[in-house]
């Protein structure tokens, strides 16, 4: 299979929920794999476990040390890793909004109630004291504010007659140990689906001055307002199993030289007539939306009439 996706997972303690991570990753299938296992506490049982499966780890006693300025190691210590998400699991501190800003839509976490329900601590008791039918967990994005943040899925898990705290934190852990991995598996693959590329298309193309989305031969397409189409998104079209973006240079000169410079990103698409069309593969791994919104750019710019091009260099 393609590279494993790269994670840093932090912890506090137990690390129950790393090692379910971990074990998840060793599966054959699986798209993540732990790269690095970061404790606030150099003596977290966890700690020992990871390093036992032959894990890397570090791990600092945050004492004393201000928070922005730990964080900064803990940033260090993932780059280091080549960690491109990173998983708290039972890291039992706030991160610092510095932290956070650096890894946008990058941090998971896990937390032990059906969220929007009792963030922060005492969870399970707040739901046994609430009477309600089910405790749970929640896998969720992390934002700046506590345990909120995009939910990413949700486990219920009923609460029996004679449940006490603990009794129903043990349960709800095992129903973490399933989440966790799913969720992450679902969120660090997510980019490649064609549902987020053509997300992603779609706000770079209609960024652009006067244009507007159609469906054309099949494809979402986008043209200048009245005028001709400047992009096709494209999805396994006519089975050829290719997610790309088809759009316009300056000629087929430039477009041969493009495919020659670099022949696994750029392609003559079917269908198409030799007059600059190309397309850019969105399916190559790691994509590179600066060169993708470029792109876009360029080829809006083949297209749009001479006024509208004036107007949008003169508007900047
Ligand atoms: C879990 O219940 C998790 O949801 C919460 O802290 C606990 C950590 O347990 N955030 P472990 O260290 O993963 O075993």
Not at 10 to 25: K, V
Not at 63 to 72: V, Y
Not at 111 to 135: I, K, N, Q, W
Request: aromatic letters at 8%; hydrophobic letters at 45%; proline letters at 6%.
């Amino acid at each position: 299979m393609a590279d494993r996706v790269p994670v840093g997972v932090l912890i506090s303690g137990r690390g129950s929920n790393m090692a379910a991570l971990l074990y998840a990753s060793r599966a054959q299938d699986c798209p993540f794999e732990i790269a690095l296992v970061i404790a606030n506490d150099p003596d977290a049982p966890g700690l020992a476990l990871a390093r036992a499966e032959g894990i890397a780890t570090v791990g600092r006693n945050h004492r004393g040390t201000p928070r922005a300025e730990f964080d900064q190691w803990i940033d260090g210590e993932l780059r280091a890793a080549g960690c491109a998400y990173v998983a708290l699991a039972g890291y039992m501190r706030v991160l610092s909004p510095g932290f956070v800003d650096k890894w946008p839509d990058r941090i998971v976490n896990i937390h032990p109630s059906l969220l929007p329900l009792y963030p922060g601590l005492h969870t399970h008791e707040a739901a046994l004291a609430a009477g309600d039918s089910h405790g749970g967990c929640t896998v969720h994005v992390v934002t700046a504010a506590l345990d909120d943040g995009p939910i990413l899925g949700q486990t219920r898990v009923a609460i029996l007659p004679g449940d006490t705290a603990d009794t129903l934190a043990a349960r709800v852990l095992i129903a973490e140990h399933q989440l966790y991995s799913r969720c992450l598996a679902d969120y660090v693959t997510r980019e490649a689906t064609p549902e987020f590329l053509l997300g992603r298309v779609r706000e770079l193309a209609m960024a652009l001055p006067d244009s507007a989305e159609k469906m054309s031969h099949g494809m979402p397409a986008f043209h200048i307002s009245g005028g001709k189409m400047f992009a096709y998104f494209t999805f396994d079209h006519h089975h050829d199993g290719t997610t790309a973006i088809i759009i316009k240079t300056s000629g087929a000169d430039e477009a041969a030289m493009l495919i020659d410079r670099d022949p696994e990103l750029y392609y003559r698409p079917a269908y198409f007539g030799a007059s600059g069309w190309i397309g850019l593969r969105l399916d190559r791994g790691q994509v590179d939306w600066e060169q993708v919104a470029d792109r876009l750019q360029r080829s809006w710019g083949v297209i749009a009439p001479a006024k509208l091009r004036a107007l949008a260099d003169f508007l900047g």
